[in-house]
């Protein structure tokens, strides 16, 4: 299985989760048919405003979607940038790869 880092993970000003990998671009993601996009300009994976999931559902989301289309699994790592999101919440996104790739 293939691995890309995360190097920041972020709420946009539009509320919605965004994931910046460090290498790899996922622009054939919509076909995981798991409402992910890729946004080509900002080399980001983004979810749909939160709705029904929250933020640590959105991301479980996006990790899981990249792994069953592309077969890569994304890592968080200790230089990661958080962009808007609180410290709770960011805790509770660090225990998603475990429940991902468990």
Do not use: H
């Amino acid at each position: 299985m293939e691995k890309d880092e995360i190097i920041e993970i972020g709420i946009g000003e539009d509320a919605r989760l965004y994931v910046r990998p460090k290498t790899e671009k996922y622009p054939f993601i919509y076909r995981a048919a798991c409402e992910v996009n890729w946004d080509e300009n900002k080399n980001i994976l983004w979810s749909p405003q939160r709705g029904e999931r929250s933020y640590v559902g959105w991301f479980g989301q996006i990790l899981g979607a990249v792994k069953s289309e592309y077969g890569t699994i994304l890592s968080i790592t200790e230089n990661i940038k958080w962009t808007n999101i609180p410290e709770n919440l960011q805790k509770e996104i660090l225990e998603v790869p475990y429940k991902i790739y468990s």
